[in-house]
């Protein structure tokens, strides 16, 4: 029963959108949304922010919003990887701009005139996960290493993600 609206600027993935989802999908950009102002009550940024003016994009979405705004976008890296020199894969898109911190994010609500109602890391990927996908080879020595890893190292998260909910204030 839901109206759902589907905007990207590259034509590829809006003709796949329309052969394959129910909804109206059009081309455009997030930083000009051409949509009316109130036009929905909830408008979804899913890894949308890193790849433009993430400011002028999340006003766009409070313009055309009457409620509330849904975002994910991708975290920094741990330090601890970044110092192994382990990155996540997302990383490696060229079309990021860049990644985000909590203090960062946070400031960026802020300045979009935007209400933080909630923060949360998502997409976690284990440390016996990522330093297993360092080795190439047969399964056996990758689960010989995974099993180091594990004996070596407690359990440890390092999530990829942050998801948000914002609301006008």
């Given at each position: ?28 950009r997030a930083e000009k949304l051409p949509f009316e ?20 994009i999340l006003q766009q979405a409070k313009r055309v ?93 390092y999530y990829t993600e942050y998801f948000l909910v914002?609301?006008?204030?």
């Open positions: 029963g839901y109206k759902v609206w589907g905007l990207d600027f590259v034509e590829k993935f809006i003709a796949n959108a329309k052969k394959n989802k129910k909804g109206n999908f059009i081309k455009g102002d109130n036009s929905f009550d909830t408008v979804f940024l899913f890894d949308i922010l890193e790849h433009g003016d993430d400011k002028k919003t009457c409620k509330r705004i849904i975002v994910i976008v991708p975290r920094m890296v741990d330090k601890e990887l970044e110092q192994s020199g382990v990155i996540f894969r997302h990383y490696l898109d060229k079309s990021h701009l860049r990644e985000y911190s909590e203090d960062g994010l946070k400031n960026l609500v802020k300045e979009a005139g935007l209400k933080l109602v909630y923060m949360q890391k998502v997409h976690p990927l284990y440390n016996e996960t990522v330093f297993t996908a360092l080795f190439s080879g047969n399964v056996l020595l990758k689960k010989i290493v995974r099993k180091l890893v594990l004996w070596l190292l407690p359990k440890k998260k914002l609301d006008k204030q």
